[in-house]
């Protein structure tokens, strides 16, 4: 073979690797947040969607959450965190630390999401929560006493300043290593979301 057939062929073989290589870009299909933040995973790398419960989107996403949940990379590890950008979604961010503070979160998440979405009920104030919890095992009693507890006031202020400190405008957004912003609206699908994360996870898993 000679040398200028090698050339041509070395040539077609960089620019294929390149283009894989760049296959997403910064600032196209993720952005770099001007500010990292600290992460919570100890050396893997934290994968955070922050969602609110009344939020459509984030109701549709869900399924591909669960199905990337059930392949997302060894290194990886998944993080939720409800948003709070306007003060109608507090009740639902309380619920969801009551959920996990009493350890009732794989019987309420989904159910609560299926209420709102598709059976179009309104669990929105405190007293509609609490019957909603009763209905799934949680006293309510328990519930309303954890509600509004130091431990749920603590995640609700780190969840609203975490928010702002993502620069978070709307829901579902993910946060990849507490540095990429993700979301379907930078990357044109929930699909296509997930190919991101993953292509970030392998990024950071690099460094």
């Known amino acids: 073979m000679s040398r200028r057939i090698m050339l041509f062929f070395s040539l077609i073989v960089f620019s294929l690797s390149t283009a894989i290589a760049e296959e997403y870009m910064e600032g196209v299909q993720y952005k770099l947040l001007s500010s990292p933040q600290p992460t919570e995973t100890g050396e893997k790398v934290e994968v955070r969607e922050i969602f609110w419960y009344g939020c459509p989107h984030c109701f549709r996403f ?6 990337w949940l059930r392949r997302k990379p060894a290194n990886a590890e998944f993080v939720r965190m409800p948003g709070i950008l306007r003060p109608s979604w507090e009740n639902h961010a309380r619920a969801y630390y009551v959920a996990e503070l009493l350890n009732v979160f794989d019987k309420v998440h989904r159910p609560l999401f299926n209420a709102l979405h598709l059976e179009k009920r309104q669990i929105n104030s405190e007293d509609a929560l609490a019957e909603f919890f009763a209905k799934h095992g949680v006293d309510e ?4 006493k954890t509600f509004r507890s130091f431990a749920v006031e603590t995640r609700i202020r780190r969840s609203k300043d975490l928010g702002a400190r993502f620069q978070i405008s709307g829901v579902p957004a993910v946060i990849v290593n507490g540095k990429y912003f993700v979301s379907n609206q930078t ?19 690099k460094k």
């Open 62 to 67: 869900e399924d591909y959450v669960e199905r």
């Open 141 to 144: 009693d328990k519930f309303k």
């Open 187 to 205: 990357t044109g699908s929930s699909a296509e979301t997930l190919k991101v994360i993953n292509y970030l996870v392998n990024l950071e898993s």
